[in-house]
């Protein structure tokens, strides 16, 4: 097997994570490890792959490549192993998975298994895209292939939504975010952020992710395993309106920002692990 990526870490970087994707000093739970049910977000689960080395860089396999051009398309991350630790050494093994060309704009997907390093199991699968500005028209394939629920793009049914969560992000929250490993400075400089085109810093779209996902955990319990497209930016302090509809063992969701009404996330959905539980 190739190398691997080593990832450390206590629980302090679980109430970090938990902290950075907006939960609250009421919910002991995630914000105080002497709670009897003190527990990391399962979207955790996209952190200990983040910085682990890949044997390829963008720049290889897209033309010009620019960091500042650089926006995460979608992610599915997969969970493996129930209960997540709340404190482990994990090993990442990231590769290569496919490269898109959208005319103007490439698409590369890595994939990564991350396992416990003492035990060797599995703990989390995640496959994230990213979809850079600029560096289309090299002639690659202009779609990307069927891997199951991880390419799977869910329907929002016609019903009124099952549940719907509000949630207020903070001015903040690139700010904390960005500790739990992604320091790109497009989430906290304005001067870089410009060149990408925002004037203002925008939030990482694994932290809106995480925001959503928890609101899937607390409405419904429970993912086995969650994939999402970012469709739009969103600024911190903008308010995120998750729309779940439940069908069958799975959660289809939405996101949409309350100021402009536009969807940050959309076609996404979760596979619970306990079908049973309803609102
Ligand atoms: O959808 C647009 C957008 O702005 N989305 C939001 C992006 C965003 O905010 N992301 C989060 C913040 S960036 C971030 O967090 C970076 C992070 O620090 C680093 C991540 C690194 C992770 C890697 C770990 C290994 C936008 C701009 C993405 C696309 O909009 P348009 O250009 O208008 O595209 P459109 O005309 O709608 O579609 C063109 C073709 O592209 C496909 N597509 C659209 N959105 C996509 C996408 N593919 C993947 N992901 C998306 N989000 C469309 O389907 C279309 O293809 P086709 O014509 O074949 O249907």
Redesign the pocket.
């Known amino acids: 097997q190739a190398q691997g990526s080593d990832f450390e870490y206590t629980e302090r970087d679980v109430i970090l994570y938990n902290l950075g994707v907006g939960a609250k000093r009421t919910e002991l739970p995630l914000v105080f490890e002497n709670d009897d049910n003190f527990q990391v977000l399962p979207t955790f689960g996209v952190i200990p792959?983040?910085n682990a080395v890949?044997p390829f860089s963008f720049g290889d396999v897209l033309p010009n490549f620019s960091p500042m051009m650089?926006?995460?398309?979608?992610q599915y991350l997969e969970i493996r192993q129930f209960p997540i630790p709340t404190e482990a050494t994990l090993v990442s093994y990231?590769k290569l998975v496919e490269v898109v060309d959208?005319g103007?704009?490439g698409?590369i997907v890595?994939g990564?298994t991350t396992k416990d390093k003492n035990t060797g199991k599995d703990i989390f699968y995640n496959e994230?895209?990213?979809?850079v500005?600029g560096s289309g028209g090299f002639g690659g394939p202009?779609?990307g292939g069927d891997r199951g629920a991880a390419t799977r793009v869910y329907k929002a049914p016609s019903r009124k939504p099952d549940a719907v969560v509000e949630e207020a992000t903070t001015e903040e929250q690139a700010a904390i975010y960005r500790l739990s490993g992604?320091r790109?400075p497009?989430?906290i400089d304005p001067e870089f952020s410009k060149v990408g085109g925002f004037k203002v810093p925008?939030?990482?779209?694994?932290c809106f992710f995480g925001i959503a996902g928890k609101a899937v955990l607390k409405t419904f319990g429970q993912f086995k395993n969650i994939k999402v497209?970012?469709?739009?930016?969103?600024l911190p302090g903008q308010t995120l309106v998750t729309e779940m509809w439940k069908e069958g063992n799975v959660v289809i969701f939405q996101t949409k920002v309350k100021e402009t009404g536009k969807l940050?996330i959309a076609g996404a959905g979760a596979e619970l692990v306990d079908a049973g539980k309803t609102k």
């Open positions: 792959t983040f890949a650089l926006l995460h398309g979608e990231p959208k103007n704009a698409i890595t990564s994230s895209t990213v979809f500005r202009s779609k992604d790109n497009l989430h925008i939030l990482h779209g694994l497209r970012f469709a739009g930016t969103v940050c």
